[in-house]
């Protein structure tokens, strides 16, 4: 053994596997027919355990059947207007007729009861007007064994009797029913429903026959066993057989259709003995077994080629994979370090290879490191000194331009030329302002003045050629983004007022509109053309910049649905000839912290 095991050990790695599946393979199938075989005989042993309780089931079905059916009776037994109906003698025909007509009848009770399909009354009376429902006894009904019966037994009897109405066999309730002398009148018959008795058997797979009194079959699924016939089987003792449940032996008749479970019951210890006979078709059990027997068949079968199949393919891979890495081990032994792409996989051969790249890479790493150390410390100190520039010239160019405004507007101011130093300080202004933003919001009344030092610098430029008005019913003190309407006032001036022969009109007006700041600015320019419009709509859309006009616009559409939402930004309405509505859409209530604002300002780096 021990010379077999390690001759095996000696063997290549295809060999090992493929030994390795056949140990687990062949344990597994014997296992699994030793449990196939048990499973067939608890599936088998279940099935008849499940008939003895199907037997139970139906047994306590039908009595609470045969229960609401003798209430109903009963009910009908005792109707106070059926009893005169019986025990009175009245004058003449008119007479029966107008009480029939007037009082409760049989009808009045079939409609009551679906489990009651008719009711007939058997009475001998002399001078009573006679129906469907009330009927003579005849000397052939008088002789007849279930009359004789009812007759004989002060309870209630169950038999299985012909309707008198149409001519088929149901289960019957009969009593015999008195005067109130206490003679007897005849007996009364309630015919059961056939369709009530079959809902006993909703949804069962399984063949059945019910019987009464002395083998009489008032239901029965299987061919052969016809309503109205005595079936009696061989092997079943009625006399002997009441609650309990009994296998018939394989010389029955029923036995050859499957197997049989009969039961008998006296029906509330009155005499009324009724049968089940239960039947199980034996292909429930031969079905299941044989599948289930084909199905492990073919289980195991597929999982043993499975199984050979896969230690075939996996140990051809793992082969395949092993001599990879020795020839890139080779190859860096060698002094080649140019290696092949990585292995697929995340096994231990895949991290030997990784760790075998990691090893070139860092051999490769110490050749080259003084060279990228020298490169990397000049990048270092030229990015250094472009930053200082930068920060230099930030410092500066914004004191020279002040400098240099206030000088011009000195020398206009010495030389009596007060217009133009006006226009120079409100250049400056205007100047000191664009370059002071910060990442923080400004009031309302701030950034009116802002785009009013700008209206006023346009103003003297165009002359009596541009006039402004703005009309503000919004507090302010409110909260605005930086920059958001002198854009708009100076995209009315470049694209509206210029180009136009008349002259330019520009109205700012700013209020409340439901829980919204509106802000429009209105010029009668010369509008902007339809394709132009839709091409402008689409840029605020994308917030597209790429083309390098209308910029400003869509920062500050992009500004604003960044910081407020996606609910909130700018409009336009234009028509030819006529001028532009520009509306900026902003919340009533605003957060005013600063940190909002720098957050805006951060996402608008990142993305720029």
Known sequence: MFKLIKRLLDTNIRTKLVAMCIVVIVP???????????????????????AFSDADALKTRLKDTLYTTSAAAERIYLDEDINVLLNNDFADESDYRNYYRNHKTVANYLNAYSQIVDITFYIDKENFLYNTDFRRITNEIRSSYWFDDAMKYSTPRWQVLKSPNDGSYYLSYIRQV???????????VVYVSPEWIEGLMKDEIFNVIFAVQNG???????????????????????????????????????????YTIASCFDYENTGNLFQIYLVKPYALVTGATRELSLGYIWYMTLCFLLSMLIAVLFTAYFVRRIKFLRDQMHKVAIGDFRLDE???????????????QIMVKSMQQLINEAYEAKIQSETFKLNQMEAEFKTLASQINPHFLYNTLETIRMKAYVNNDKETADLVKKLGKFMRRCLEVKNSLVTLES???????????????????VSYTIENEVDPQYKILPLVIQPIVENAFVHGIESSKSNGVIKIKIGYKKDSVVIEVIDNGQGIPDDKMSELRWKLEENDTSSGKSIGLTNVNKRIKMYHGESYGLTFSSETGKGTRVRITLPKDVDGEDTAVKELAEKESVNN
């Open 28 to 50: 597994v199938f014997a296992a699994g027919i030793y449990l196939i075989i048990n499973t067939i005989n608890l599936l088998q042993e279940n099935i008849v355990n499940e």
């Open 178 to 188: 008195y005067a109130n002398d206490g003679s007897s009148l005849g007996a009364m």
């Open 216 to 258: 009489m079959v008032f239901y029965s699924n299987m061919e052969g066993y016809e309503l109205g016939k005595v079936f009696i089987s061989p092997d079943f003792d009625i006399s002997k057989g009441v609650n309990d449940n009994m296998e018939l032996s394989d010389e029955c008749p029923l036995t050859k259709n499957g």
């Open 342 to 356: 990585q292995i697929n996989g995340d096994d231990e051969i895949n991290e030997l290879y990784r760790d075998l």
């Open 447 to 465: 950034e009116l003045e802002f785009t009013k030092s700008y209206l006023e610098l346009q103003s003297a430029r165009f002359g009596d050629k």
